[in-house]
Structures are given as structure tokens and as C-alpha cells.
């Protein structure tokens, strides 16, 4: 019987402080974000520069990136939800920087008995420096010639707007109960450059489209800013460390941080939003700063992927 592989796609995150550099590194190579001279020599010359510094954050938050945990939960969710249709449905996971690589799963693929594959980006909202990434390293690695379906986003989806709102409630309930009607909703989005933009990069209107959706069924005050910026270049503002800092300003006393980007808890929640911003937030008077958990283990979020992935069964 032919089968269907359902592939989710991730930016992947080291397993071991040992994995920090070689992930850096497969980071640094990727020719979608990065146009360097020399990439590959100059790749190795700045993980190898960068590790120790990123390797004492992955210390402060255990050791390792939770998104692989994650990642393996949605796909064995998901998996579990599409066989309840058909059971000849794979679910394969695709990381774009670290295990389970690219290389590996397109190369399963290929030895498998399969008449279609379903690329799902595990990204809502399309961007060339995820999705665009993570499909570009498929066409240059899988040799098949299997149909293969590309879903590029999914930012208004209903069940995945759903999955956010349950995730702010719950995050909510954590806030003094007398302080709950003052909350003040912080969506921080992972940065791009502006120069993306300006060259037709979808990803900074879905991420607005998205907050607009969420919105729909709410009346907290909210606002959006990014985080995770590098490098010299400009990038999408206001910065997520500035936003606290005006809030304050503003006489805001109750914040509660939304990882907008994300569907699964890794390095830049847990140590960017959840440690670095909070101290942040407590140098200026921020007296209740909470971080939204990820999206991670939510049944409606894996009911949102059943739902994209459904027309192409």
C-alpha cells in the first residue's frame, strides 16, 4: 500500500552544549540567510567564535534546546490525529540546522514506499529565512520524484489563532487576580532585517495579520515588537527590550509576553524572553512579568496542522 509522508519542518536546536558550535555553524551556512564570502571557512571561524557565549545560555536553560522535545511531541500528536483518517500517513520531522536533519529524513523518504509527501512548515507565517529556507534545503536535497505539496503558511489559521488564545488564558490565570484587568498583552515576534521587507518578504504582515486575528475575540491593551536581532543591519522595531522599557514609562506595571513566532518553547523564550527580558523588566518597575508558554503539546494547535494538512490528503 503507497503511503503519505507528512514532514515537518524546523529550524532544529542543539541537543548537547557539545552540539552548540556544529549548529551554529550549519546556521552560518545557510546561503538563505547568510551571503558570505568564503561561507564554509567563515561559517567554522564564527560558531567556533560565538559557541562559548551561546553555550553559557543553553547552561541557564538545561543544558539543551527544548524544541527538539517538542518538535517529536506535534509529530507523534499529529501522527496519532491523521491515522484516525488513514493509517498509511507518516509524520517525519525535518530540522534545518541540526537532528534530525534534512539530509536524513529526505534520504527515509526516498527509500520509503511513498506517492506523496506534505511539506508542513512547523513556521505559521511565511518568511524566506524559515520556510523559504527549509524548502530551498528540500529541492537541493531530496533526488526523489515523489508529488510533493509545499504549505507555505497558515497565520489566520482558526484552530491555530484558538490554540494562542488558550495559551493567554491559562498564562493569565498566573497574574494576581486583582491585576488581571490591567494586563497589558506584549507580542514578541522573532526579527527579521528590513531589508527583507523591502524585498517582498511576506512575514512581518502575517505576523500583524495574526495579532489582528487573535484580537478579534478580546479587549486587552497590546502591542507588537521583535526580538532575537544580530548583526549590524537594521531590523524590524520596536525591539522587544525597548517595548518593556516604554510600557514602563507608560506607567504599565502588568506585562504579559507573547512568543508570537513560535509554536514550541526553544532557546529564545526561555532564555531571551524568559530570563534576559525579565531582568529587563525588573530594572524598570515592571512589578508582574509573565512569558506566555509555547505552544508545545496544545491538542488545538496539532488540530490546526490536521486542519492545513486535510485538502492534501
Same mark, same amino acid.
Given at each position: 500500500?503507497?503511503?503519505?509522508?507528512?514532514?515537518?519542518?524546523?529550524?532544529?536546536?542543539?541537543?548537547?552544549?557539545?552540539?552548540?558550535?556544529? *549548529?551554529?555553524?550549519?546556521?552560518?551556512?545557510?546561503?538563505?540567510? *547568510?551571503?558570505?564570502?568564503?561561507?564554509?571557512?567563515?561559517?567554522?571561524?564564527?560558531?567556533?567564535?560565538?559557541?562559548?557565549?551561546?553555550?553559557?545560555?543553553?547552561?541557564?536553560?538545561?543544558?539543551?534546546?527544548?524544541?527538539?522535545?517538542?518538535?517529536?511531541?506535534?509529530?507523534?500528536?499529529?501522527?496519532?490525529?491523521?491515522?484516525?483518517?488513514?493509517?498509511?500517513?507518516?509524520?517525519?520531522?525535518?530540522?534545518?540546522?541540526?537532528?534530525?536533519?534534512?539530509?536524513?529524513?529526505?534520504?527515509?523518504?526516498?527509500?520509503?514506499?511513498?506517492?506523496? #509527501? #506534505?511539506?508542513?512548515?512547523?513556521?505559521?507565517?511565511?518568511?524566506?529565512?524559515?520556510?523559504?529556507?527549509?524548502?530551498?534545503?528540500?529541492?537541493?536535497?531530496?533526488?526523489?520524484?515523489?508529488?510533493?505539496?509545499?504549505?507555505?503558511?497558515?497565520?489566520?489559521?482558526?484552530?491555530?489563532?484558538?490554540?494562542?488564545?488558550?495559551?493567554?488564558?491559562?498564562?493569565?490565570?498566573?497574574?494576581?487576580?486583582?491585576?488581571?484587568?490591567?494586563?497589558?498583552?506584549?507580542?514578541?515576534?522573532?526579527?527579521?532585517? &528590513?531589508?527583507?521587507?523591502?524585498?517582498?518578504?511576506?512575514?512581518?504582515?502575517? /505576523?500583524?495579520?495574526?495579532?489582528?486575528?487573535?484580537?478579534?475575540?478580546?479587549?486587552?491593551?497590546?502591542?507588537?515588537? *521583535?526580538?532575537?536581532?544580530?548583526?549590524?543591519?537594521?531590523?524590524?522595531?520596536?525591539?522587544?527590550?525597548?517595548?518593556?522599557?516604554?510600557?514602563?514609562?507608560?506607567?504599565?506595571?502588568?506585562?504579559? #509576553?507573547?512568543? /508570537?513566532?513560535?509554536?514550541? %518553547?526553544?532557546?529564545?523564550?526561555?532564555?531571551?524572553?524568559?530570563?534576559?527580558?525579565?531582568?529587563?523588566?525588573?530594572?524598570?518597575?515592571?512589578?508582574?512579568? /509573565?512569558?506566555?508558554?509555547?505552544?508545545? %503539546?496544545?491538542?488545538?494547535?496539532?488540530?490546526?496542522?490536521?486542519? &492545513?494538512?486535510?485538502?492534501?490528503?
Amino acid at each position: 500500500m503507497k503511503k503519505t509522508a507528512v514532514v515537518l519542518l524546523n529550524l532544529g536546536g542543539p541537543d548537547s552544549l557539545d552540539a552548540v558550535q556544529p *549548529f551554529l555553524e550549519n546556521l552560518f551556512n545557510d546561503p538563505d540567510i *547568510f551571503k558570505l564570502p568564503f561561507q564554509k571557512s567563515l561559517a567554522r571561524y564564527l560558531s567556533k567564535k560565538r559557541a562559548p557565549k551561546i553555550e553559557k545560555q543553553y547552561e541557564k536553560i538545561g543544558g539543551k534546546s527544548p524544541i527538539g522535545m517538542w518538535t517529536e511531541k506535534q509529530r507523534q500528536m499529529l501522527e496519532t490525529t491523521l491515522r484516525t483518517d488513514n493509517p498509511n500517513i507518516d509524520v517525519l520531522v525535518a530540522m534545518r540546522y541540526w537532528k534530525p536533519l534534512t539530509s536524513e529524513t529526505a534520504q527515509k523518504i526516498e527509500n520509503g514506499n511513498y506517492s506523496k #509527501i #506534505i511539506l508542513l512548515p512547523l513556521y505559521p507565517h511565511y518568511s524566506i529565512s524559515t520556510t523559504g529556507s527549509s524548502f530551498n534545503e528540500w529541492r537541493r536535497l531530496y533526488k526523489g520524484s515523489v508529488n510533493t505539496v509545499f504549505i507555505d503558511s497558515y497565520f489566520d489559521n482558526p484552530l491555530y489563532i484558538k490554540a494562542i488564545n488558550e495559551k493567554i488564558d491559562k498564562a493569565l490565570l498566573k497574574f494576581p487576580e486583582e491585576k488581571m484587568k490591567n494586563v497589558h498583552l506584549v507580542f514578541s515576534a522573532h526579527g527579521t532585517p &528590513v531589508s527583507y521587507v523591502k524585498k517582498g518578504d511576506p512575514y512581518s504582515g502575517h /505576523i500583524k495579520q495574526t495579532i489582528s486575528a487573535v484580537m478579534e475575540s478580546r479587549n486587552e491593551n497590546h502591542s507588537l515588537c *521583535f526580538q532575537s536581532k544580530v548583526g549590524p543591519a537594521k531590523w524590524l522595531e520596536p525591539s522587544t527590550d525597548n517595548m518593556i522599557k516604554e510600557l514602563a514609562s507608560k506607567g504599565e506595571k502588568n506585562l504579559l #509576553i507573547i512568543p /508570537i513566532s513560535f509554536v514550541s %518553547d526553544h532557546i529564545e523564550t526561555q532564555y531571551e524572553l524568559c530570563i534576559l527580558y525579565k531582568k529587563t523588566a525588573d530594572e524598570v518597575g515592571i512589578e508582574n512579568y /509573565i512569558v506566555m508558554e509555547g505552544l508545545n %503539546d496544545s491538542q488545538t494547535f496539532v488540530n490546526a496542522l490536521y486542519d &492545513v494538512t486535510k485538502p492534501y490528503l
